[in-house]
Every structure is written in C-alpha cells, then in structure tokens.
C-alpha cells in the first residue's frame, strides 16, 4: 500500500491550491478515501471523505464550504481542491484509505502554507 502526495506549495490568504494523492496496491475503488492534515505541534486532524462508488463526501466544519474532494478511480488518485485558504490551513496534508487506518500506512505528505 502507498500514498503519493503531491501539489503543495506556499499560497497567500485567500489563495487557492489543489491537491492529488496517487494510490497503489489495493482495489482504490472500493475504499473510502480520506485528507488528513497535520499542523506544526498538533495532531494529525480529518478533513475530509469521499465514498468509493457515488462519491459522496463529508468534511470538516472548519473546512466546509472552502474545500472540495473528489477522485478519480480511473487513476487511482483523489483531489482536494482548497479555495479560500488561511493561515491555520498551514500543515502537512495527507490522504488515507479509512478502511486501512488501522494498518497505519501513510505518504510523506504534501506541505500547505498560507502567508502572505
């Protein structure tokens, strides 16, 4: 199993940047695929789901309305596109199967920050 992350950078206070993560090795389509992100000092926090089939999505309060997910099961990949971005979105992004949280796999993560 491996997370590909890709697609950070740094943006200014309103910016707008999108993120991919590239799965490999298990049925991509079948799993629910989550963000995560992590800030300097805090704990890693959700951010987002998407379902395998149909695609529906929940998010994080603190992201709603700003953040989309979406995938794409042809390439195995999953999207966040970020719009409206601040400063607390500063972190490390990361994206997850939810079924395979509890083999703790995860991608080196992409950074976000948000400065102007």
């Known amino acids: 199993v491996q997370f590909v992350e890709s697609g950070g950078g740094l943006v200014q206070p309103g910016g707008s940047l999108r993120l991919s993560c590239e799965a490999s090795g298990f049925t991509f389509s079948s799993y629910r695929m989550s963000w995560y992100r992590q800030a300097p000092g805090k704990e890693r926090e959700w951010v987002a789901v998407?379902?395998?089939?149909?695609?529906?999505?929940v998010y994080a309060e603190s992201v709603k309305g700003r953040f989309t997910i979406s995938r794409d099961n042809a390439k195995n990949t999953v999207y966040l596109q970020m719009n409206s971005l601040k400063p607390e979105d500063t972190a490390v992004y990361y994206c997850?199967?939810?079924?395979?949280?509890?083999?703790?796999?995860w991608g080196q993560g992409t950074q976000v920050t948000v400065s102007s």
């Open positions: 998407i379902t395998g089939v149909g695609g529906s999505t």
């Open positions: 997850n199967a939810v079924e395979l949280l509890q083999y703790n796999y």
